[in-house]
Each structure stands twice: as C-alpha cells, then as structure tokens.
C-alpha cells in the first residue's frame, strides 16, 4: 500500500522536476557551448563501501609484482592460476568475466590507483606534514562526497555530473533532465542550474504508481491546482505543478511508447537500476534526448571481514547485470554511444584485517569501457610494499597517483565539454601535469 505521506513526498519532487524544467525553458543555464554531434550517454555504477581494489586488479604470476602481492595479502591473496588476464601483466577477479571480454575487445580501460587529490604528492610530502590532502580520508561520507562532487577540499553543494550540465546546457527535453539517478539522490548529478530526477527500477516518473487511488488523488490535486486563490505566490507554485504534472505524463507517454527489451536481466538491485537505464535510452528519441547522465549504485563493499566469500558474491551479481546491459546495448545498436564507468569512495589497506578482511584506504582501481573507450592499463600500479614509496601509512593505504579530476575530465571531455571549460568543472585540473588520460 502506498502511504498518503509518500504520495505527497511525490508531488514535491514532481515540483521539483517543474521548477526544473521552467529554468531550463527561460535560458538560465548555458546552452552557449553545448556541442552534441549525436547521442551520447554516461552511466556511473557506484560501488558503496569502498571496493577492495587489491583483489580486483592484481598482478599475474608472470609478473615479478606477484610475489609482493602474495606476501603482502597473506591469506586475503588470489590464486595466481584464478586470475582473468587482461594484458601480459595483470589479471581480474575470476568474477569479472564480462570486462575480461571487454578488453580482449580492446573496450575496456583499468584505470589504476585513482583516488581524491588536490595535488600530487609523495610519501615523503606526507610524512614531513608538506601536503595539501583531501578533507578526511578514510571517511565514508566525505570520500562519497568527493568523488561525486570532485571537490577534496570540503562539502560541496553540486557534483561534477551537474556542474557538466550547467556548461554545456541543453541537451534535448526540456520535461526531462538529462541527469537521472537509479541510486536515490545523487550529489553527483546536481548542477547550479542544471537538476536530476531520480527513478526507481521498474517505475514510471511522477504519481501513476499509487494504485486504484491515484486516479482521484491526482483529480483533486489538479481541482486544486486551478483554483484561483488570489495569491501570486500560490499562483506560481500551482503553475510550476501544474507543469510538472504534464511533464511526467509526456515522460511516460514516451517511456511506454518504445518496445520493450529482448533482453533479459537479473533479478538484483543493480541488474534493476541498470535495466531501468536501458528502458530510458530505449525512450531517448521520444525524449529528444541528446545527452544522458545515468547513476546507479551498487552496495556491500565495507568488507572488513571475510573478503573472499563476500567480495566474490558481489563480482557475481555486479558481471551478471553489466553483462546483461551490454547486451541491452548491442540490441538498442548504441553500443558506440555509451560509456560506463566505476566509481567507489576509496581502496582497501593492502594487508588483512584481523578478521580476514580489508580497511579503509586511499587509492583504488576504475574501470570504463564501452564502444568509445580505447582499452588498455592507465596510470600506475602502485608498489605493493607497506611502508613503501607509495603507502601513505603503514598498511597499504596507496596514494593515488591518478586524480578524480583526470579520470572525470577524460569521461566529461568525450560527452561535450570543451578543453577550456574543463576548469570550470574541476577546479583543481591545472595541478595535473595531464588533464585527460586519453581513455575515451
């Protein structure tokens, strides 16, 4: 049964939405350098916890670094003969079948030892107190925050998701926004000017999920909504309902106009989330859509203890969904249009708990692929040594040597942005010797 409390949390995202789009329609954001050429979407899949990056991307047992990995997991290390190759170098998680075939594919990119930085800096810098460093490693909620909003120094009131929207403007509906969440509210997504909508897996937008009472529940609000109270305010905000209320009827007229998927996907959260995804790309044409910023999440990953068992369960239902999504966008033929990409707020210490699990760390390892990417290793594996050149402390915890902002500016740089409004964006790119990383 749906509560009367959440029909009305409903009706004020619905206002939200119309706020939104009036914005969009009187100009305020920036469609002056929107450069679109076609279709092209990003879809984020966050990885809540802090995936252990040291299980994820290994190296092989030709590889002379495998002998330190070995030694510095102790009973948290892989098999050297489970190992997926990618590479002569490096191997996956045995579990991560679906990205192995990327690569033999030449579309998948590992994105190594990625992390929250304002500036580079060494072991050295830190340990003489001479670095500048993110607000709070190690903190959940403040490295979540930083990787979506790519801002190491503090909160931050919009994401980089957003703040992409607010510069290249306009990219299609003006009724729907060109950032949609699967995951709730995501700061990534926020703009200045630019907004988001969130959707639920297996959803249609606004208030046509209430059952038998929401013919008359919607009737009533509209008696309301055109009642002339005399107040120029109440007169606004009916306004900005009555709009929004259209709206989500054109969004689901145009969401239940595409044929439905061939293919089928996994009963899991994310397998959810991301069949939404393609329901809504599937409607793109409909929409008007030009560009499309999707973000989806994934939870578990705090594995402090029991690594193994977990973080393979976890690598099975994520390869099953990202399998079952590419083969969405084989049969949508908009494989060359999409690129998805991982996210998660930190990496693993490089030893064991005392529980046989992983702590909270710094850098981590990312991937992207998809018919755009260029496939390869990027960046650096860090020395898998504790206490070595590139622990920040003494348990494994690497110091990243690939910011947010490069690996964010190379995927924002692909959907429109142009070079000179990258700092715009990330605030901090000029510290990088290299802005893009030529992934994508």
């Known amino acids: ?24 329609r009187l100009g305020l954001v920036n469609a002056a ?149 699967l995951n709730g509210n995501a700061l990534q997504l926020v703009g200045q000017t630019a907004r988001a909508v969130n959707l639920s897996p297996g959803s249609n937008f606004g208030l046509d999920t209430f059952g038998s009472a929401t013919t008359a529940r919607i009737a009533a609000m509209q008696q309301i909504l055109t009642f002339d109270s005399g107040v120029q305010m109440i007169g606004s905000a009916n306004g900005i309902m009555s709009s929004a209320l259209r709206g989500a009827q054109e969004i689901n007229a145009a969401l239940n106009s595409a044929a439905p998927l061939v293919t089928q996907f996994p009963n899991s959260g994310i397998g959810g989330q991301l069949e939404q995804v393609a329901r809504v790309m599937r409607a793109r044409a409909a929409l008007g859509m030009t560009r499309q910023l ?50 998660s707020e930190f990496g693993r210490t490089g030893n064991p708990s005392t529980s046989a699990g992983s702590d909270h760390a710094w ?25 070595g050149p590139d622990d920040a402390g003494d348990r494994g915890l690497w110091i990243p040597t690939t910011a947010i902002d490069q690996y964010a500016a190379t995927l924002a740089s692909w959907y429109g942005v142009p070079d000179g409004q990258l700092s715009t964006i990330f605030p901090n790119i000029a510290n990088f010797a290299t802005p893009k990383l030529g992934f994508v």
């Open 1 to 24: 049964m749906r509560t009367r409390r959440e029909f009305i949390r409903k009706c004020c995202g619905l206002a939200a939405a119309g706020a939104a789009s009036h914005v969009t």
């Open 33 to 181: 350098a929107q450069s679109t050429g076609g279709y092209k979407a990003l879809v984020c899949v966050f990885l809540f916890g802090g995936n252990d990056n040291n299980n994820t991307v290994v190296p092989l047992g030709t590889n002379p670094a495998f002998a330190d990995y070995q030694r510095m997991r102790g009973t948290l290390a892989l098999a050297a003969n489970t190992l997926l190759p990618v590479g002569p170098s490096y191997g996956l998680h045995p579990r991560l079948t679906m990205l192995q075939t990327q690569f033999t594919r030449n579309k998948l990119a590992v994105i190594l030892n990625v992390g929250s930085l304002v500036r580079p800096v060494t072991r050295d810098q830190i340990r003489q107190g001479q670095a500048q460093l993110p607000r709070n490693l190690y903190s959940h909620s403040d490295q979540v925050s930083q990787w979506q909003s790519s801002n190491p120094s503090g909160a931050s009131a919009t994401g980089w998701g957003g703040r992409v929207h607010d510069v290249i403007g306009s990219v299609g509906s003006t009724t729907f926004p060109a950032g949609v969440s």
């Open 294 to 343: 999707f973000f989806c999440g994934m939870g578990g990953f705090d594995n402090h203890s029991d690594l193994l068992p977990s973080q393979d369960g976890l690598f099975t239902t994520l390869n099953a969904a990202l399998t079952s999504f590419q083969a969405a966008l084989e049969e949508m033929a908009i494989v060359d249009s999409v690129v998805t990409f991982t996210e």
């Open 363 to 387: 850098g981590s390892h990312h991937f992207a692929f998809g018919g755009p990417v260029t496939g390869g290793m990027y960046g650096r594996l860090p020395t898998l040594a504790l206490q």
